[in-house]
């Protein structure tokens, strides 16, 4: 009888605790809801974040706080949210520096696979090899010529060791026999103020952060690491066209909630992203960019987490020709 009985109040209070988690989901979100940006304010991660951001507002119907959190290539900010509550109201940014090239740059207090649930992968964006607008150079090939000229005498802005404009300087001196110094800044804003200003000779950066500054005349551009022409800029050179043939980098973009968060939250995550890269106005916004957006079934978390494991097989170990174990 007191077995029965203790049966019995387990299932009860089993049916409680289920039904709390279900209403919890149910009602998810009734708070606002932080956006972690593992980068400063007004860098391309930081641009693509608010973008989406914005369109999520509406769908979810709760505030989206934009929290900063710099530092060490992205793994401060990833590091927070790897600590953050799985309950749906921490996720953030996320890709394949944070998430793939990370994890052997540093020795992270956290697993790139194991600590996340994936939400959606957003965007990849080509990079833009780019200078200081007084640069003797006027092509890639003069820029080539005139760095091997000047060995360890010009100098490269990048985000920090991992960073992918420090691994694409790194593929650069391997591919064009060239040496330079590599200058490491805390984010895309810093290095590029001192490259308009003339402390740096040049450097590597996505398009959606370049091409303003290249439109107003702060910098120039020698080429885009893609195999074709970006649509928004088809007056910049692909690196074939250059002369640096299959030189290709387009980090990936993505979101990534704390390991643990309920599925069906991230259902509701993953939708609202989903529904914001539909958006005319966002993919609008997202072209002018040089972004390009991964087909809908690609938006999936299930193949975001495919994709990150095939990334980090591809970089890490397969041997290919792009491989990056020189950090």
């Known amino acids: 009888m007191q077995l029965r009985r203790l049966l019995l109040a387990s299932l009860a209070i089993a049916a409680i605790l289920g039904n709390a988690g279900t209403a919890a989901t149910q009602t998810y979100p009734s708070r606002p809801i932080t956006m972690v940006v593992p ?71 956290y697993d790139v696979v194991k600590d996340f649930e994936p939400v959606s992968l957003i965007a990849s964006n080509p990079q833009l090899i780019v200078a200081r607008k007084d640069l003797p150079a006027k092509d890639l090939n003069e820029l080539i010529a005139w760095l091997k000229a000047n060995p360890d005498k010009a100098s490269l802005g990048t985000t920090g060791v991992g960073g992918a404009s420090h691994i694409a300087g790194l593929f650069f001196q391997k591919e064009t026999g060239t040496r330079f110094q590599l200058v490491a800044y805390r984010g895309t804003p810093q290095w590029t103020q001192d490259l308009m200003s003339g402390q740096i000779d040049f450097a590597f950066d996505q398009a959606a952060s370049a091409l303003p500054r290249i439109r107003a005349g702060n910098i120039k551009a020698y080429a885009v690491t893609a195999e074709k022409r970006l649509a928004v800029a088809p007056d910049i050179p692909t690196v074939d066209e250059a002369g640096l043939p299959g030189f290709y980098m387009s980090p990936w973009h993505a979101f990534f909630a704390p390991k643990g968060t309920p599925q069906d939250i991230v ?24 972004l390009e957006i991964p087909p809908r079934e690609q938006q999936m978390p299930e193949a975001l987490g495919a994709f990150q494991k095939a990334e980090i097989e591809k970089w890490w170990h397969q041997g290919s020709a792009h491989k990056v174990r020189v950090i």
């Open 39 to 109: 980068y400063p304010a007004g860098g391309s991660a930081d641009v693509f974040g608010r973008i989406v951001a914005e369109h999520m507002r509406a769908s979810l119907r709760q505030s989206i706080v934009i929290e900063n959190t710099s530092g060490a290539s992205g793994s401060i900010g990833v590091g927070r949210l790897a600590r953050a509550a799985a309950d749906g109201y921490t996720f953030g940014y996320g890709g394949w520096v944070t998430h793939v090239v990370n994890r052997a740059a540093y020795r992270l207090p």
């Open 267 to 290: 259902a509701k995550l993953n939708a609202a992203v989903v529904a914001a890269l539909a958006d005319p106005a966002v993919r609008q916004k997202f072209a002018d960019l040089g």
